[in-house]
């Protein structure tokens, strides 16, 4: 495994465990089902915490990452962004959870909040790749996309038609 194909190993980890946390709350919350109140808490603990470790390769993955557009460069930075946004969302959530102010509507708002932005980063990351090139083999792709495909600002980037 190369050190950039860390991070999208990792990332589904955090994706998965919090966007449960935020669907079962909600269920919860509907259901009025305290019994899920620590579930729930303990889903989000483990997101943060698998959060910060997939926070931790995507630096890695930032600095080793190779051949890819400029745009594809500069949509790094907004995922990075996103990404910090959507860890410290959830932190605040977690760590207000585990203070037990589970039930108080800030929380779970604070909860959805931070799934959609969770969600947006990983539309983000996913472009990346499959827009961006970004950790794609620049050999498996067509020689007009190879050409273009360069960390070098002095390269041209190809156009997408979207």
Request: proline share 4%; net charge positive.
């Amino acid at each position: 495994m190369r050190p950039w194909e860390i991070h999208p190993a990792l990332v589904h980890f955090p994706l998965a465990l919090l966007l449960t946390a935020v669907a079962l709350d909600l269920y919860a919350a509907i259901r009025r089902r305290t019994d899920l109140v620590a579930p729930v808490t303990w889903l989000m603990i483990g997101g943060v915490a698998s959060g910060v470790v997939a926070a931790a390769a995507g630096v890695l993955a930032f600095a080793t990452v190779p051949a890819h557009t400029r745009w594809a460069h500069m949509m790094m930075y907004w995922h990075l962004g996103l990404g910090s946004l959507a860890i410290v969302v959830f932190g605040i959530v977690a760590f207000a959870r585990w203070r037990g102010h589970a039930a108080a509507l800030a929380v779970r708002v604070g909860g959805v909040m931070g799934a959609l932005v969770l969600s947006a980063t990983g539309y983000v990351g996913g472009s990346l790749i499959l827009r961006g090139g970004a950790g794609v083999d620049p050999t498996l792709l067509g020689p007009e996309v190879r050409s273009a495909h360069s960390h070098d600002d002095s390269q041209h980037d190809h156009k997408h038609s979207d």
